[in-house]
């Protein structure tokens, strides 16, 4: 434009203000653009340490402590740990209203025996243990038999329930060197022995079905596979075939009861843990190191806690005492998009259930109550 009086006029009626300098200059300037970035300074960054600070600011509602005294039915403890390391345990207990541990490492035979002994000599009714199976002697032809009396020993000994670890139906053989799956006909005297004492048995099959899955962009737990590469599974057995042997046993032992751990690794899906759950009348689950799942869909998980309320148990798994309020914070309050305590399980956030007391009793202590026999009842008055 050569007339810059005319181009001055236009500037200010745009609303704009002319620059100092002939319409040639502006022009110019204009062509410009912004300054050249300066170099990048920053240090250099990782997916694993990326770990953004959240700029939301939403009401914030902690829960340091349970709002009703629970059971934790899976934790894993040494009953022979020294006095004061005991002490200080209990101490770190009612801190967070955690009436009952259930510690599901007891082994067996001696071990066990002297595990109970020790949590009540120190501190009776605090604890409940678990017994574990010994499957060193797999290969002998009377091992169904010879295990359902260890138990049966075991039960007269103290012990309360049976923990099964995930090694079966993942790395167990037999002396043939074949796998042995979880619904194997060997094992149903233990099974069948477990209903017949009352006690249920809690196990741990299978492994999140990602594990199984190629580890590329797409997987929702490359960062936990990529910290903690022995996690992998690359099968066989599938995460299917595992998860599938776990309820095929359930089905075939309905006088026994059973608690399915880590919500069965379905709670990505609670619609299908729902529907097993209604087929199955004997299968519990518990919650242990999994909070993250319901965490991320409140609405949904909320629903689900509501209808299966009478089928769900209290459960932390590693003992931490920091990482239980998130347990309380996503069971008990309306709180959004706040952190879970370990990032390589879940990089996202949290949302809070919000339920009901008469939920929260049932999932904190009341099917506890129900599913283990032995617990002191005076402590949820």
């Not at 801190?95 to 007891?106: D, E, H, K």
């Not at 529907?275 to 009348?281: A, F, M, N, S, Y």
């Not at 007391?357 to 599913?371: H, I, T």
């Amino acid at each position: 434009m050569r007339d810059g009086r005319t181009a001055a006029l236009i500037a200010v009626m745009l609303g704009g203000v002319w620059p100092v300098g002939t319409p040639a200059v502006v022009e110019a300037q204009a062509r410009r653009g912004p300054p050249p970035v300066p170099p990048d300074a920053s240090p250099p960054m990782t997916v694993e340490a990326y770990d953004p600070r959240s700029t939301l600011v939403v009401p914030e509602n902690p829960v340091s402590r349970a709002a009703f005294p629970f059971v934790d039915v899976h934790l894993h403890l040494n009953g022979l740990m020294p006095r004061a390391q005991m002490d200080q345990l209990v101490r770190d207990m009612d801190a967070l209203n955690l009436a009952v541990g259930v510690n599901l490492s007891g082994g067996s035979g001696t071990q066990l025996a002297r595990q109970v002994e020790a949590f009540e000599a120190a501190y009776p009714g605090r604890f409940v243990v678990f017994a574990n199976v010994d499957f060193s002697d797999i290969a002998d032809p009377e091992f169904g038999a010879l295990a359902a009396a260890r138990l049966e020993a075991d039960v007269a000994a103290g012990a309360r329930g049976l923990k099964i670890f995930k090694s079966l139906g993942l790395w167990i053989t037999d002396a043939a060197g074949q796998r042995v799956p979880v619904d194997d006909a060997r094992l149903d005297p233990i099974w069948a022995k477990a209903g017949e004492l009352g006690i249920p048995v809690l196990i741990h099959s299978a492994d999140p079905a990602e594990f199984w899955e190629p580890m590329d962009e797409r997987n929702e737990r490359w960062l936990e596979l990529r910290l903690r590469p022995r996690r992998r599974q690359s099968g066989p057995p599938s995460f299917e075939q595992v998860l599938g042997e776990q309820l095929n046993m359930f089905r075939r032992n309905p006088e026994t009861t059973f608690i399915a751990a880590h919500l069965a690794w379905l709670g990505h899906d609670l619609g299908r843990l729902g529907r097993l759950l209604d087929e199955i009348p004997n299968m519990n689950v518990g919650l242990g190191a999994v909070i993250y799942e319901p965490g991320r869909q409140p609405r949904f998980a909320r629903e689900f806690f509501i209808e299966y309320r009478d089928r769900i148990l209290m459960g932390k798994d590693s003992w931490a005492p920091d990482e239980y309020p998130t347990y309380f914070r996503v069971l008990e309050t309306a709180d959004e998009y706040f952190p879970y305590y370990r990032k390589y399980h879940a990089f996202w956030r949290m949302y809070g259930l919000d339920l009901p007391d008469e939920v929260l009793r049932k999932v904190y202590f009341e099917n506890a109550l129900r599913v283990i026999p032995g617990i002191d009842r005076s402590r949820f008055r």
